[in-house]
């Protein structure tokens, strides 16, 4: 079976910092997907991407950027961590082969910003 | 608006007992996913429908696409059953997108 992993696990940044999440996946997936998940709250969708070099914003876009440089691996950025932000970042990739659509889940990666 | 209602929004359950947890969708989607996510964060694949009933062990879920909605049952809850479930449901446009539902909290006492 395959694997998703997220690096790193835990992430404390300044505020205004820059921040890069990373995810790898090795079920050889098309897409792939990063979510942003609030305390209590459901998963908000910030980018996914159909393809290698491909992007696509999610309802939560802004504040992000995204890169997928290859197949197996899509990175986020904050692009300037908000004080006090406290989420978990979840990537995802997706099966849809043989009348399955399916999404695996990484770990997260869980964010603190003073 | 959101796509996706889930209700209820948390659930306390006695071990050995069930209930359902249910998501209504506001437009028509072609599948559904349901995940519990657990006390770790991590989020479990659970079922995967695109149309009828699955039973797996304890669970089973239907997804009615031309009603717009999908159930979970739990019965007999065991301790380890606690954490939320989600729904994710994939919509008939926007093809890549999952629309995720607000969670079930889920608390099984002993």
């Known amino acids: 079976g395959g694997i998703i992993t997220q690096t790193p696990k835990f992430l404390i940044g300044q505020e205004g910092q820059k921040l890069t999440l990373k995810c790898q996946q090795n079920?050889?997936?098309?897409?792939m997907y990063w979510y942003r998940q609030d305390s209590g709250k459901g998963l908000r969708l910030i980018y996914y991407?159909?393809?290698?070099?491909?992007?696509q914003k999610g309802d939560l876009s802004e504040g992000y950027d995204a890169s997928r440089e290859k197949k197996s691996s899509f990175s986020l950025t904050v692009t300037s961590a908000q004080k006090n932000e406290m989420a978990v970042f979840l990537c995802?990739?997706?099966?849809?082969?043989?009348?399955?659509?399916?999404?695996?889940f990484g770990p997260g990666t869980r964010l603190l910003v003073l | 608006g959101d796509q996706v209602e889930q209700s209820p929004s948390a659930l306390s359950l006695h071990e050995g007992t069930g209930s359902a947890l249910r998501c209504n969708f506001t437009t028509t989607m072609r599948a559904v996913q349901w995940f519990q996510q657990n006390s770790r964060g991590s989020l479990i694949n659970l079922f995967y429908?695109?149309?009828g009933t699955k039973e797996n062990g304890r669970l089973k879920s239907t997804f009615n696409s031309k009603e717009s909605y999908s159930t979970l049952h739990i019965r007999d809850a065991q301790l380890e059953d606690s954490g939320t479930y989600f729904c994710?449901?994939?919509?008939?446009?926007?093809?890549?997108?999952?629309?995720f539902g607000k969670g079930t909290s889920l608390t099984v006492i002993p």
């Open positions: 991407s159909i393809t290698e070099n491909d992007l």
């Open positions: 429908l695109a149309s």
């Open positions: 995802a990739s997706r099966l849809n082969w043989g009348g399955k659509d399916t999404q695996y």
């Open positions: 994710a449901a994939a919509s008939n446009t926007g093809y890549q997108n999952f629309y």
């Open positions: 079920f050889n997936h098309d897409t």
